[in-house]
């Protein structure tokens, strides 16, 4: 029966608002700020802070990198040498990235042939059957030949056929190798797109001239418009010690914001720079710190046999990240976000409902004056008739 009387009502039942003034201040007072705070986030928030009476679109970039320096090291190994751009920024050209080699391990004339494993647990032995011919594991040099030679006047080690001798990475350079690396600097060009408000520009102003370019370093208070920056103020934007990270490398952010009002002139449209470090460097989790990779540079010696160098580069990776977002007023969002605001001034009229109807202490007074049950018309108009002509005295025959 319940659900019968549940159905019924369903189908045949019609609510419609009713309005009620209420004489009531603190009820009044509530409608007014419930109203007065959503005014103040529509205008305030959607349209002033968010724009919301503006078309927007996300940026569309490119970016080219140049580094420019020179430094000289002199070693017993390698005697005094210059280095320039060529040899330590790998590979010439990246994507949105660049890497500058500030610290290095060299392994110079290696060649292929047969010499003793770099010692360690696995590879240290004393009689020959500690070597198993043919084993390799994923840190070894080479693959064993089941030997077992000196390696020095105190230890012996399973002999390799690799390239030989094999490289001996335990001990990193410190200080850096190239430690004047952080005066080398970093010329970046970004040329950006808005797709939608066909709008195009690039970091390098045009307020900049060659003459200024060619002398001006990035600053963020003299020169905040300068393309060019100095890596050791970079990573020192970025609260970290180059010297430090140079030794055993790291990945740092160099960020381009182009967040522009297409409604103001377009020299307003500016790129901001900021800069962040983005590999984990915690004190307490120092497993495999830092950025580092190996390539050989390969040589044909005069008898015919090949030999190379093997290089194991540490340096700093800066990948370039752009981003950004233009906005330009358009009719569509601004109809949207008012509509939108217009029927946000519901949520004061149910707020109100809710204090009047369950929280005051004439609620039911104000219940019975909020709600009218009004019956069916025709129902109500027949079952009228029926009680006058059940009210009329009966007709009693007449004869003439």
């Given at each position: 029966?319940?659900?019968c009387?549940a159905?019924h009502?369903?189908?045949f039942e019609y609510?419609?608002?009713?309005?009620?003034?209420i004489?009531?201040?603190k009820v009044?007072?509530?409608?007014r700020a419930v109203q007065?705070?959503?005014?103040?986030?529509?205008?305030?928030?959607v349209?002033l802070?968010?724009?919301?009476?503006?078309e927007?679109d996300?940026?569309?970039s490119s970016v080219?990198t140049?580094?420019?320096?020179?430094?000289?090291?002199?070693?017993s190994?390698?005697?005094?040498?210059?280095?320039?751009?060529?040899?330590y920024v790998?590979p010439?050209q990246?994507e949105n990235?660049?890497?500058?080699?500030?610290n290095?391990?060299l392994?110079l004339?290696?060649?292929?042939?047969?010499?003793p494993?770099?010692?360690?647990d696995q590879?240290?032995?004393?009689?020959?059957?500690?070597?198993?011919?043919g084993?390799?594991s994923t840190?070894?040099?080479?693959?064993?030949?089941?030997?077992?030679?000196?390696y020095?006047?105190s230890?012996?080690?399973c002999?390799?056929?690799?390239?030989?001798?094999?490289?001996?990475?335990?001990h990193?350079p410190k200080?850096a190798?190239?430690r004047?690396?952080e005066?080398?600097?970093l010329l970046?060009k970004?040329n950006?797109?808005?797709?939608k408000f066909?709008?195009?520009?690039?970091?390098i102003?045009?307020?900049?001239?060659?003459?200024?370019?060619?002398?001006?370093?990035?600053d963020?208070?003299?020169d905040?418009?300068?393309?060019?920056?100095?890596?050791?103020?970079?990573?020192e934007?970025?609260?970290q010690?180059?010297q430090?990270?140079a030794v055993?490398g790291?990945v740092m952010?160099?960020q381009i914001n182009w967040?522009?009002?297409?409604?103001?002139?377009?020299?307003?449209?500016?790129?901001?720079?900021s800069?962040r470090?983005l590999?984990?460097?915690?004190?307490?989790?120092?497993v495999?710190p830092?950025y580092?990779?190996?390539?050989a540079k390969?040589y044909?010696?005069s008898d015919?046999t090949?030999s190379?160098?093997?290089?194991?580069?540490?340096?700093?990776?800066f990948?370039?990240i752009?981003?950004?977002k233009a906005?330009?007023f358009d009719v569509i969002p601004?109809?949207?976000?008012i509509?939108?605001?217009l029927a946000?001034f519901?949520?004061?009229?149910?707020?109100?409902?809710?204090v009047?109807?369950?929280?005051?202490k004439?609620?039911?007074?104000?219940r019975e004056k909020?709600?009218?049950?009004?019956e069916?018309?025709e129902l109500v108009?027949i079952?009228?008739?029926?009680?006058?002509a059940?009210l009329l005295p009966?007709?009693?025959?007449?004869?003439f």
């Amino acid at each position: 029966m319940a659900l019968c009387g549940a159905l019924h009502s369903f189908l045949f039942e019609y609510d419609t608002p009713r309005i009620v003034l209420i004489r009531s201040r603190k009820v009044g007072l509530i409608n007014r700020a419930v109203q007065l705070g959503i005014l103040a986030y529509v205008i305030g928030w959607v349209f002033l802070w968010e724009k919301g009476y503006q078309e927007t679109d996300s940026v569309v970039s490119s970016v080219t990198t140049k580094v420019k320096g020179v430094t000289l090291t002199n070693t017993s190994t390698l005697g005094a040498r210059i280095w320039d751009v060529a040899d330590y920024v790998i590979p010439p050209q990246g994507e949105n990235t660049v890497f500058v080699m500030t610290n290095v391990i060299l392994t110079l004339n290696q060649s292929q042939g047969r010499c003793p494993e770099l010692p360690d647990d696995q590879t240290k032995c004393e009689v020959k059957n500690n070597c198993v011919p043919g084993y390799v594991s994923t840190h070894s040099s080479g693959i064993q030949t089941g030997e077992c030679v000196p390696y020095n006047s105190s230890i012996k080690t399973c002999e390799v056929f690799a390239w030989c001798p094999v490289e001996d990475d335990y001990h990193i350079p410190k200080p850096a190798f190239l430690r004047e690396a952080e005066n080398f600097t970093l010329l970046v060009k970004n040329n950006i797109w808005y797709r939608k408000f066909n709008f195009s520009k690039r970091n390098i102003l045009p307020t900049i001239n060659s003459t200024y370019l060619k002398n001006c370093v990035y600053d963020a208070q003299t020169d905040p418009f300068c393309p060019i920056f100095r890596l050791g103020k970079i990573v020192e934007a970025a609260g970290q010690d180059f010297q430090e990270m140079a030794v055993e490398g790291g990945v740092m952010a160099l960020q381009i914001n182009w967040d522009c009002n297409l409604d103001r002139a377009a020299s307003h449209c500016v790129p901001k720079y900021s800069f962040r470090r983005l590999d984990n460097k915690d004190s307490a989790h120092t497993v495999s710190p830092g950025y580092n990779f190996r390539f050989a540079k390969y040589y044909r010696n005069s008898d015919g046999t090949e030999s190379r160098t093997l290089v194991k580069a540490y340096g700093i990776r800066f990948d370039i990240i752009v981003f950004g977002k233009a906005g330009k007023f358009d009719v569509i969002p601004t109809m949207i976000n008012i509509g939108s605001g217009l029927a946000l001034f519901g949520v004061a009229t149910v707020l109100c409902d809710i204090v009047v109807l369950y929280c005051m202490k004439k609620r039911y007074f104000y219940r019975e004056k909020k709600y009218k049950y009004v019956e069916d018309y025709e129902l109500v108009s027949i079952n009228e008739g029926r009680g006058k002509a059940e009210l009329l005295p009966p007709l009693t025959p007449q004869r003439f």
